[in-house]
T-cell receptor, first 114, second 112 residues
Framework: EPEVTQTPSHQVTQMGQEVILRCVPI?????FYWYRQILGQKVEFLVS????????KSEIFDDQFSVERPDGSNFTLKIRSTKLEDSAMYFC????????????FGQGTRLTVV | GENVEQHPSTLSVQEGDSAVIKCTYS??????FPWYKQELGKRPQLIID?????GEKKDQRIAVTLNKTAKHFSLHITETQPEDSAVYFC???????????FGKGTMLLVSP
């Protein structure tokens, strides 16, 4: 069964450093997403991406964040100048269509900022 | 924007009992309501979803009901088993947009 894969599974970084979280969405999917889940809290939408551009973003997704699809398979989330409060599980997801269809989640990258 | 409230935050039941988790949403434009199950340390996985043109949907021991007028939807699990123990998230979305707004989650504990 096809699945969304994310690397690395755990990333530890020093405050102020830049990190890049990587995702390989399901191959025939067209919409890609990043969600964040702070430990013990709900899943929060960050951004959606379609046709090589951001289609929606939340207020959490400020100038510190950027997304990119550098090639035909990878989808990345870059966090510049990380802060302690960026520590969370970051989930990538993809779906066939824009809305009203299942979003498949990756296994997540646990980001720890120290 | 959409706001999804979910209750209860924790729910403990005995094996074989039924469990009900309730969510309300604020945006009348929302028309897609998925439920995700997240086991400890794992990714959220869709277990059932319902669209606004349907009032109830059932899949074996799991059912979801939707009341569009009251803007609430519920997850019902019958004959609960220990492996049902997980965090369950409801979500609401508009098929015209890609954002899903999640509830805060319900930790379901099923005791043998």
């Amino acid at each position: 069964e096809p699945e969304v894969t994310q690397t690395p599974s755990h990333q530890v970084t020093q405050m102020g450093q830049e990190v890049i979280l990587r995702c390989v969405p399901i191959s025939n999917h067209l919409y890609f997403y990043w969600y964040r889940q702070i430990l013990g809290q709900k899943v929060e939408f960050l951004v959606s991406f379609y046709n090589n551009e951001i289609s929606e973003k939340s207020e959490i997704f400020d100038d510190q964040f950027s997304v990119e699809r550098p090639d035909g398979s990878n989808f990345t989330l870059k966090i510049r100048s990380t802060k302690l409060e960026d520590s969370a599980m970051y989930f990538c997801a993809s779906s066939e269509a824009r809305g009203g269809t299942e979003a498949f989640f990756g296994q997540g990258t646990r980001l720890t900022v120290v | 924007g959409e706001n999804v409230e979910q209750h209860p935050s924790t729910l403990s039941v005995q094996e074989g009992d039924s469990a009900v988790i309730k969510c309300t949403y604020s945006d009348s434009a929302s028309n897609y309501f998925p439920w995700y199950k997240q086991e400890l340390g794992k990714r959220p996985q869709l277990i059932i979803d319902i669209r606004s043109n349907v009032g109830e949907k059932k899949d074996q021991r799991i059912a979801v009901t939707l009341n569009k007028t009251a803007k609430h939807f519920s997850l019902h699990i019958t004959e609960t088993q220990p492996e049902d123990s997980a965090v369950y998230f409801c979500a609401a979305g508009d098929s015209g947009y890609s954002t899903l707004t999640f509830g805060k989650g319900t930790m379901l504990l099923v005791s043998p």
